[in-house]
């Protein structure tokens, strides 16, 4: 499912694992954004608002999920490079386990927290039950969501990025029918309002969850469940060694969201509303980001564990060039599109109108974010995220919030999201210092 990164041309690599994940980013972006679309089209500006008060609090639940993904497909990419199928298994049943142990209590207790995190955030009145709602089907779901989450990202430890395609394929199809099914109440089905979204969602991705098991097992796949227990809590220890670094990085980012949707809040239910429009297509035009990140530390994990680390040069070098055409492509498309894709959501003229000028404000930062990507995500690939988080932190920290904050008094709504921009600019200064000056000077390290 991998090759050493000396067998083919890297852009070849690149694009073997590149394409497919971005395919599979594409399908995880369609999946919110079809649900936006219905809620949107079908329910009204207060419903997309009520859905978009959640998201900073979900992203900052996923920070934890992302931060253990990324330490168990760094150890897994190492394990695969080195040809040690065994411990492979080991650290993925490990990782599994300990996502279970993260997100059942979030499930749990989380119906009791939303409204007091809601309404901390600012929530309008107006849309609070909604959002209440909404948000506490999705925390009973949060086990099933980051289970797949983890999957995903540990098949692409052992260069599979296919199987995440196909999964988010069947579990986007089956949202894309259940949604309207269940707000509409098609063939006598219950009519769920807002609810619907999160209802579709976590049942298509329990489906999808089946799916990928059976299928992992018929392929013989090296990640496919087994009944004898695999367990290693030795693996443990690694795992939160690069999964809280960079935890704690996605929560800097989460936590910088909340602030800046407070702001967001107090210009009224349309801004809150086109923060939800502009954080959907964003998230389009970021999975190139996200997938390049991801590759560039699958190949350089791969490379040190077949002690092959001069291989990381041309590694960033590459990767660098790509997210230039492959993320600037996608930005170039979303300038283009922007009034057609925020109507897609906002159905009143004036608040998209206003929508797609805040979203061309901030589009161009994100070709350098997919530089900031690679950077870090070559770092990754040996363990190295403690240096890495702090100096996104501080971009976050001492540049973005500050200056959205600033000039939010000053400019109103678009001091936001120049905010935004500024901090995009910040971290890849400080990333590309810290690899230039300290990174590139010293062997890579293979972890244990």
Same mark, same amino acid.
């Given at each position: 499912?991998?090759?050493?990164?000396?067998?083919?041309?890297?852009?070849?690599?690149?694009?073997?694992?590149? !394409?497919?994940?971005?395919?599979?980013?594409?399908? @995880?972006?369609?999946?919110?954004?079809?649900?936006?679309?219905?809620?949107? +089209?079908?329910?009204?500006?207060?419903?997309?608002?009520?859905?978009?008060?959640?998201?900073?609090? =979900?992203?900052?639940?996923? /920070?934890?999920?992302?931060?253990?993904?990324?330490?168990?497909?760094?150890?897994?990419?190492?394990?695969?490079?080195?040809?040690?199928?065994?411990?492979?298994?080991?650290?993925?049943?490990? %990782?599994?386990?300990?996502?279970?142990?993260?997100?059942?209590?979030?499930? !749990?207790?989380?119906?009791?927290?939303?409204?007091?995190?809601? +309404? %901390?955030? *600012?929530?309008?009145?107006?849309?609070?039950?909604?959002?209440?709602? $909404?948000?506490?089907?999705?925390?009973?779901?949060?086990?099933?969501?980051?289970?797949?989450?983890?999957?995903?990202?540990?098949?692409?430890?052992?260069?599979?990025?296919? /199987?995440? =395609?196909?999964?988010?394929?069947?579990?986007?199809?089956? /949202?894309?029918?259940?949604?309207?099914?269940?707000?509409?109440?098609?063939? *006598?089905?219950?009519?769920?309002?807002?609810?619907?979204?999160?209802?579709?969602?976590?049942? %298509?991705?329990?489906?999808? !969850?089946?799916?990928?098991?059976?299928?992992?097992?018929?392929?013989?796949?090296?990640?496919?469940?087994?009944?004898?227990?695999?367990?290693?809590?030795?693996?443990?220890? %690694?795992?939160?060694?690069?999964?809280?670094?960079?935890?704690?990085?996605?929560?800097?980012?989460?936590?910088?969201?909340?602030?800046?949707?407070?702001?967001?809040?107090?210009?009224?239910?349309?801004?809150?509303?086109?923060?939800?429009?502009?954080? @959907?297509?964003?998230?389009? #035009? @970021?999975?190139?980001?996200?997938?390049?990140?991801?590759?560039?530390?699958?190949?350089?994990?791969? /490379?040190?564990?077949?002690?092959?680390?001069?291989?990381? *040069?041309?590694?960033?070098?590459?990767?660098?060039?790509?997210?230039?055409?492959?993320?600037?492509?996608?930005?170039?498309?979303?300038?283009?599109?922007?009034?057609?894709?925020?109507?897609?959501?906002?159905?009143?003229?004036?608040?998209? =109108?206003?929508?797609?000028?805040?979203?061309?404000?901030?589009?161009?930062?994100? #070709? !350098?974010?997919?530089?900031?990507?690679?950077?870090?995500?070559?770092?990754?690939?040996?363990?190295?995220?403690?240096?890495?988080?702090?100096?996104?932190?501080?971009?976050?920290?001492?540049?973005?919030?500050?200056?959205?904050?600033?000039?939010?008094?000053?400019?109103? =709504?678009?001091?936001?999201?120049?905010?935004?921009?500024?901090?995009?600019?910040?971290?890849?200064?400080? @990333?590309?210092? $810290?690899?230039?000056?300290?990174?590139?000077?010293?062997?890579?390290?293979?972890?244990?």
């Amino acid at each position: 499912m991998s090759s050493s990164p000396a067998s083919r041309p890297l852009w070849r690599l690149y694009l073997g694992i590149l !394409l497919p994940m971005m395919l599979t980013n594409v399908l @995880q972006a369609a999946s919110g954004t079809l649900d936006g679309i219905w809620i949107g +089209q079908l329910l009204g500006l207060p419903a997309i608002a009520a859905v978009s008060a959640f998201f900073p609090i =979900l992203f900052l639940a996923l /920070s934890l999920v992302i931060g253990l993904s990324s330490g168990a497909a760094v150890l897994i990419g190492q394990a695969w490079g080195a040809g040690d199928r065994p411990r492979v298994r080991r650290i993925a049943a490990t %990782a599994i386990v300990m996502m279970l142990a993260l997100s059942l209590p979030i499930a !749990l207790f989380g119906h009791f927290a939303v409204p007091g995190l809601l +309404q %901390a955030l *600012g929530t309008p009145m107006t849309i609070l039950p909604a959002a209440i709602d $909404y948000a506490r089907l999705i925390t009973v779901g949060c086990p099933v969501i980051f289970l797949l989450w983890l999957v995903t990202s540990m098949s692409r430890g052992v260069g599979d990025t296919v /199987s995440p =395609l196909f999964v988010l394929l069947l579990a986007t199809a089956l /949202s894309l029918v259940a949604t309207p099914a269940l707000i509409e109440g098609w063939a *006598g089905l219950p009519r769920l309002g807002i609810a619907s979204a999160a209802v579709s969602t976590i049942g %298509a991705y329990a489906l999808s !969850l089946l799916w990928l098991a059976w299928h992992w097992r018929r392929r013989r796949h090296p990640l496919a469940p087994s009944l004898s227990p695999a367990f290693d809590v030795s693996f443990v220890p %690694a795992i939160l060694r690069i999964g809280l670094p960079t935890a704690g990085q996605m929560m800097s980012l989460a936590v910088a969201e909340l602030v800046l949707l407070g702001l967001v809040n107090r210009h009224g239910i349309g801004a809150t509303a086109s923060y939800g429009a502009i954080n @959907q297509i964003m998230s389009w #035009v @970021q999975f190139p980001v996200m997938s390049l990140g991801i590759t560039a530390t699958v190949l350089a994990s791969h /490379s040190i564990g077949a002690g092959k680390p001069g291989a990381i *040069g041309p590694i960033l070098a590459t990767g660098l060039r790509l997210n230039l055409v492959t993320t600037g492509a996608f930005v170039v498309a979303a300038y283009l599109l922007a009034p057609v894709a925020i109507g897609l959501f906002i159905t009143d003229s004036a608040t998209a =109108l206003a929508a797609a000028g805040l979203l061309r404000i901030v589009l161009w930062s994100v #070709v !350098l974010a997919g530089w900031s990507a690679v950077l870090s995500g070559v770092m990754r690939a040996d363990g190295t995220v403690l240096v890495p988080m702090v100096l996104f932190m501080a971009a976050i920290a001492l540049v973005e919030v500050p200056l959205a904050c600033l000039l939010d008094a000053k400019l109103g =709504l678009s001091g936001i999201w120049i905010g935004y921009a500024a901090g995009f600019a910040a971290n890849l200064l400080f @990333q590309a210092c $810290y690899y230039r000056l300290v990174w590139s000077k010293r062997p890579a390290r293979l972890l244990t």
